[in-house]
């Protein structure tokens, strides 16, 4: 069962121009992480999001957290090609043991 | 410090043969999570160890093992391999282990069952 849909799949867009990703569930979750993943290595941790509300950035990078803790979406304004990759989203369930509940992930493609 | 490690990166084998995969974590970690990851079905959580005692496990089969050293390397077999076991393995590590806590992950064992 797949628990985290994550949205659009694929995304292939030009450089410069604005995108936006999301993570939907009907689980609450303690916390929620997203990771970038490039052809050939491992998951890499982007940012944790723990309370509802929640806005982080990172330079061009915004995540937020959905008010009752289900749901989350990644903004990236001006895509550049270093931003391609897969983006996954990975979603604590309090008491649940501590295993994460991964999306399948947005592959995303900047083109120059 | 150095990353995660795991070799091999890459493995061809043939059905019903068994194959054993490892992973160093960073130094100070540990604990070590195992996944499968396959493009139909994502990262699959497969077991997590710490201070090497299996603290949780996912719903795969029991062909799918694994083990910890008490300098916290972690390996995993997988016994009489299916075309289906074919994935990218990926190990990951971090201090405790706990919820939310930051996992770091390896660059991956890609196994081809043949």
């Known amino acids: 069962t797949q628990l985290l849909e994550q949205s659009p799949q694929f995304l292939s867009i030009q450089e410069g121009e604005n995108l936006t990703v999301y993570c939907n569930s009907s689980s609450v979750f303690s916390s929620l992480q997203w990771y970038r993943q490039e052809p050939g290595e491992g998951p890499v941790l982007l940012v944790t999001?723990?309370?509802g509300g929640e806005v982080k950035k990172l330079k061009r990078l915004t995540f937020q957290f959905g008010d009752a803790r289900k749901d989350s979406s990644l903004h990236i304004t001006a895509a550049q090609p270093g931003d391609t990759g897969l983006y996954l989203c990975?979603?604590?369930?309090?008491?649940?043991?501590?295993?994460?509940?991964w999306g399948l992930g947005t592959s995303l493609a900047v083109n120059p | 410090k150095a990353g995660v490690t795991q070799t091999p990166r890459y493995l061809i084998k043939t059905r019903g043969q068994q194959v054993t995969l490892s992973c160093s974590p960073i130094s100070g970690h540990r604990s070590v999570s195992w996944y499968q990851q396959t493009p139909g079905q994502g990262l699959q959580f497969l077991f997590e160890?710490?201070?090497?005692?299996?603290?949780n496990k996912g719903n795969f089969p029991g062909r799918f093992s694994g083990r910890q050293f008490s300098n916290s390397r972690s390996e995993m077999n997988v016994s009489t391999l299916e075309l289906g076991d074919s994935a990218l393995y990926l190990c990951?590590?971090?201090?405790?282990?706990?919820?939310?806590?930051?996992?770091?992950f390896g660059p991956g064992t890609r196994l081809l069952v043949l």
């Open positions: 160890y710490f201070s090497e005692t299996q603290r």
């Open positions: 999001v723990v309370t």
């Open positions: 990975a979603g604590a369930i309090a008491g649940n043991n501590r295993k994460l509940i």
């Open positions: 990951a590590s971090s201090l405790m282990g706990s919820e939310g806590e930051t996992q770091y």
